[in-house]
C-alpha cells in the first residue's frame, strides 16, 4: 500500500478515535470536568485506534512484538501525539468561547495536531516491517 492511502486510512481510522475520545469526554467532563475527563477518552480513543490500525491501516506491516508489547508500545508512543494533541486541546478550551460546540471543537483541533507526531510513530516504531 502506498504511503498516501496508508496515510488517508490512519485519517479515517483516526476519525473513528476521534469519536471516541469525544464521546467520553461528553459523557464524563460533568465529573471530571474539561481537563481531567480527557485522560480516560485519551485512553479509549487510543485503544480503539490501536485495534483499527493493526486491521486495516498497517495489516501489510507487523510489529515483530507479541500482541500486549504491541499494545504497550503503541500506547506508550502514541502519549507524544498526545502530549501535542492535550496542549492544543488545552490551549482551545481556554482561548474558545464559552459554548456548547467548545469542548467538541478543542478535541478536533488537538486531534489533528496530534495526527501527525502519531502517524510517524506507529509507521515507523510499532508497525515498521513489511509482511512477507
Given at each position: 500500500?502506498?504511503?498516501?492511502?496508508?496515510?488517508?486510512?490512519?485519517?479515517?481510522?483516526?476519525?473513528?478515535?476521534?469519536?471516541?475520545?469525544?464521546?467520553?469526554?461528553?459523557?464524563?467532563?460533568?465529573?471530571?470536568?474539561?481537563?481531567?475527563?480527557?485522560?480516560?477518552?485519551?485512553?479509549?480513543?487510543?485503544?480503539?485506534?490501536?485495534?483499527?490500525?493493526?486491521q486495516f491501516t498497517f495489516r501489510n506491516r507487523v510489529s515483530g512484538v507479541s500482541i500486549f508489547q504491541e499494545y504497550a508500545k503503541y500506547f506508550g508512543l502514541m502519549l507524544g501525539g498526545g502530549a501535542v494533541n492535550y496542549l492544543v486541546y488545552a490551549i482551545a478550551v481556554s482561548l474558545l468561547p464559552t459554548a456548547s460546540y467548545r469542548p467538541l471543537a478543542s478535541v478536533a483541533l488537538g486531534s489533528i495536531a496530534g495526527m501527525f507526531v502519531n502517524y510517524f510513530f506507529a509507521r515507523y516504531f510499532v508497525f515498521r516491517r513489511r509482511l512477507g
Open positions: 500500500m502506498n504511503i498516501r492511502k496508508e496515510f488517508l486510512i490512519f485519517g479515517v481510522v483516526g476519525t473513528v478515535g476521534f469519536l471516541v475520545d469525544a464521546g467520553v469526554l461528553y459523557l464524563l467532563k460533568g465529573s471530571l470536568g474539561l481537563y481531567w475527563a480527557r485522560v480516560p477518552s485519551f485512553f479509549c480513543a487510543a485503544t480503539a485506534t490501536w485495534l483499527l490500525n493493526r
